[in-house]
């Protein structure tokens, strides 16, 4: 009986050590395809070459299949939804059914009035025709009194009476120093005339020059565009920075490495 026990124990422990036999294999085939991924990121560089040329000559048929099938099939298939679903054409042909929502709308502002009109038809209309003439009278009374307050006031001043009286007081100081100083008015009136001339003058040539102005900015804006490009300012600062850097690290290097060996071989001739 003892010997029965024994055997049976042993045969429990070996069906435990296939079932972690399995669970090994399935971690092994985990670490199979890490590998074959930085396989194939390699292989992707060196053919992106070959992968265009071959995209690009497939599409070119195939674009010019699809167009003259999908043509013929659209048709068909606009006509039978027509029938069938009426509320996913509203949101596509907006020009058509605009123009139905604009004559029903102005069909209930209407409705409206002539619920109002229907019951007192004549009374209505003749009170308005009243109206409207009353209120043009209105308008042009209080008009008129505004226009008749400023023409008396034009009349006065501006016509005779502040005219004269400005030019009087102006001639009478200027009388006084005409004894005294003779010669500083006449100076005072031709500056006043060259200015009037200059003015004139200013007035024609700005139009010429505007129209020669408008033809040199069409042409200064086309070389603008070509002049900027930023990429190749950016790449001439990253390499200036590069090389500065590694000459200073390969000559302190370099400089230690040959005194050690020179030092070495030196004393070993001397033993």
């Known amino acids: 009986l003892k010997a029965l026990k024994k055997k049976k124990k042993k045969k429990k422990k070996k069906k435990k050590k296939k079932k972690k036999k399995k669970k090994k294999k399935k971690k092994k085939k ?40 999908k043509k013929k099939k659209k048709k068909k298939k606009k006509k039978k939804k027509k029938k069938k679903k ?5 949101k596509k042909k907006k020009k058509k059914k605009k ?26 209309k003749k009170k308005k025709k009243k109206k409207k003439k009353k209120k043009k009278k209105k308008k042009k009374k209080k008009k008129k009194k505004k226009k008749k ?6 009349k006065k001043k501006k016509k005779k009476k502040k005219k004269k009286k400005k030019k009087k007081k102006k001639k009478k100081k200027k009388k006084k120093k005409k004894k005294k100083k ?10 006043k005339k060259k200015k009037k001339k200059k003015k004139k003058k200013k007035k024609k040539k700005k139009k010429k020059k505007k129209k020669k102005k408008k033809k040199k900015k069409k042409k200064k804006k086309k070389k603008k565009k070509k002049k900027k490009k930023k990429k190749k300012k950016k ?26 060996k020179k030092k070495k071989k030196k004393k070993k001739k001397e033993k």
Request: no cysteine; charged share 100%; glycine share 0%.
């Open 30 to 69: 985990k670490k199979k395809k890490k590998k074959k991924k930085k396989k194939k990121k390699k292989k992707k560089k060196k053919k992106k070459k070959k992968k265009k040329k071959k995209k690009k000559k497939k599409k070119k048929k195939k674009k010019k299949k699809k167009k003259k099938k």
């Open 86 to 90: 009426k509320k996913k054409k509203k």
């Open 99 to 124: 123009k139905k929502k604009k004559k029903k709308k102005k069909k209930k502002k209407k409705k409206k009035k002539k619920k109002k009109k229907k019951k007192k038809k004549k009374k209505k």
């Open 149 to 154: 307050k400023k023409k008396k006031k034009k």
């Open 182 to 191: 003779k010669k500083k008015k006449k100076k005072k009136k031709k500056k």
């Open 235 to 260: 790449k001439k600062k990253k390499k200036k920075k590069k090389k500065k850097k590694k000459k200073k690290k390969k000559k302190k290097k370099k400089k230690k490495k040959k005194k050690k």
